[in-house]
């Protein structure tokens, strides 16, 4: 039973370094087809690609469709054919969520780096623990039949989304868009993984307020990094489509910066530190954000 346990997790072990010991692969050919249009781009120096579709007809309906994705060889022969999804949201919608991952969904210990490294190394998207109750509370935020859209915006690296997207799936969290750091390559890049100033948050919340501009959010993330300050500033930007902060306490910051929680009431919004997710549902449930209880 030990050795199979010591197998397991040196399998773990050898996917989580594969995964920031994988190459970019630069100037590839994808093509991308949705709703009966075709674009042709290069990925960059990164392995990246991104474009726009600009759809000229009403679409059957919003949620999840699907997008297929073409690699092109130099000979410019079709060579993998992928189907995706590209989240076509409503925006009539009451409201979305943006919600940070490490250590407000997923357990990850992000400011004990031993812990966290033992985590990210021994354990796998079905061993990895989500916090208890945040399944029924993003379900309920979600309305439980996803009307509203949730939006995972993380410190995480591109590396880890096969992981994120198995863990989200095996523990049947509400499904949305993963927005991610930039790709990663190296030993030390593991072991800083989650790091970083957070900037790319900040960005990446900008171009969601900025791509949804009719939508108001409610804003989840922890105590552990940068979220507090990352969602007043956010606050302070558009104040009236925040209608709520929810901040979890982790490690050893345990209280809020009052001057931020002042300075968020100003505008109107409300940071809540919340200890339990039911906390938080019972603030939500109160404030009208939600429909049903959950018992945690």
Same mark, same amino acid.
């Given at each position: 039973?030990?050795?199979?346990?010591?197998?397991?997790?040196?399998?773990?072990?050898?996917?989580?370094?594969?995964?920031?010991?994988?190459?970019?692969?630069?100037?590839?050919?994808?093509?991308?087809?949705?709703?009966?249009?075709?674009?042709?781009?290069?990925?960059?120096?990164?392995?990246?690609?991104?474009?726009?579709?600009?759809?000229?007809?009403?679409?059957?309906?919003?949620?999840?469709?699907?997008?297929?994705?073409?690699?092109?060889?130099?000979?410019?022969?079709?060579?993998?054919?992928?189907? !995706?999804?590209?989240?076509?949201?409503?925006?009539?919608?009451?409201?979305?969520?943006?919600?940070?991952?490490?250590?407000?969904?997923?357990?990850?210990? %992000?400011t004990q780096l031993?812990?966290?490294?033992?985590?990210?190394?021994?354990?796998?998207?079905?061993?990895?623990?989500?916090?208890?109750?945040?399944?029924?509370?993003?379900?309920?935020?979600?309305?439980?039949?996803? %009307?509203?859209?949730?939006?995972?915006?993380?410190?995480?690296?591109?590396?880890?989304?096969?992981?994120?997207?198995?863990?989200? %799936?095996?523990?049947?969290?509400?499904?949305?868009?993963?927005?991610?750091?930039?790709?990663?390559?190296?030993?030390?890049?593991?072991?800083?993984?989650?790091?970083?100033?957070?900037?790319?948050?900040?960005?990446?919340? *900008?171009?969601?307020?900025?791509?949804?501009?009719?939508?108001?959010?409610?804003?989840?993330?922890?105590?552990?990094?940068?979220?507090?300050?990352?969602? %007043?500033?956010?606050?302070?930007?558009?104040?009236?489509?925040?209608?709520?902060?929810?901040?979890?306490?982790?490690?050893?910051?345990?209280?809020?910066?009052k001057k931020l929680?002042?300075?968020?009431?100003?505008? !109107?919004?409300?940071?809540?530190?919340? *200890?339990?997710?039911?906390?938080?549902?019972?603030?939500?449930?109160?404030?009208?954000?939600?429909?049903?209880?959950?018992?945690?």
């Amino acid at each position: 039973m030990l050795s199979h346990v010591m197998d397991k997790k040196r399998k773990n072990l050898r996917h989580m370094i594969a995964r920031y010991l994988s190459t970019a692969i630069p100037d590839i050919q994808v093509e991308i087809s949705f709703s009966g249009q075709k674009k042709i781009i290069k990925t960059d120096e990164c392995g990246y690609f991104m474009n726009w579709f600009e759809v000229d007809h009403p679409l059957d309906h919003t949620g999840w469709q699907p997008v297929d994705f073409c690699i092109h060889d130099t000979s410019e022969t079709k060579q993998c054919i992928k189907t !995706g999804e590209v989240l076509i949201v409503d925006t009539d919608a009451p409201f979305g969520i943006i919600s940070d991952i490490d250590d407000t969904v997923l357990v990850s210990h %992000a400011t004990q780096l031993l812990r966290k490294l033992r985590l990210i190394l021994t354990k796998n998207a079905k061993t990895r623990l989500p916090f208890v109750g945040v399944k029924e509370f993003y379900q309920a935020l979600t309305g439980n039949n996803s %009307a509203n859209p949730i939006f995972y915006v993380s410190s995480s690296e591109w590396n880890l989304y096969d992981f994120l997207v198995d863990f989200f %799936a095996t523990k049947h969290l509400p499904k949305g868009p993963f927005l991610l750091q930039e790709f990663k390559s190296g030993i030390k890049d593991l072991i800083r993984s989650g790091g970083g100033s957070h900037m790319h948050k900040t960005q990446k919340i *900008h171009r969601l307020m900025k791509l949804y501009p009719s939508l108001s959010f409610v804003l989840i993330g922890d105590s552990g990094q940068r979220d507090p300050e990352i969602y %007043a500033d956010i606050a302070a930007q558009y104040p009236a489509r925040v209608k709520a902060i929810y901040i979890r306490a982790v490690g050893k910051k345990k209280e809020l910066d009052k001057k931020l929680v002042k300075q968020t009431a100003k505008e !109107g919004v409300e940071m809540v530190l919340v *200890h339990t997710t039911e906390e938080a549902y019972t603030h939500a449930l109160k404030a009208g954000l939600i429909q049903s209880e959950v018992n945690e």
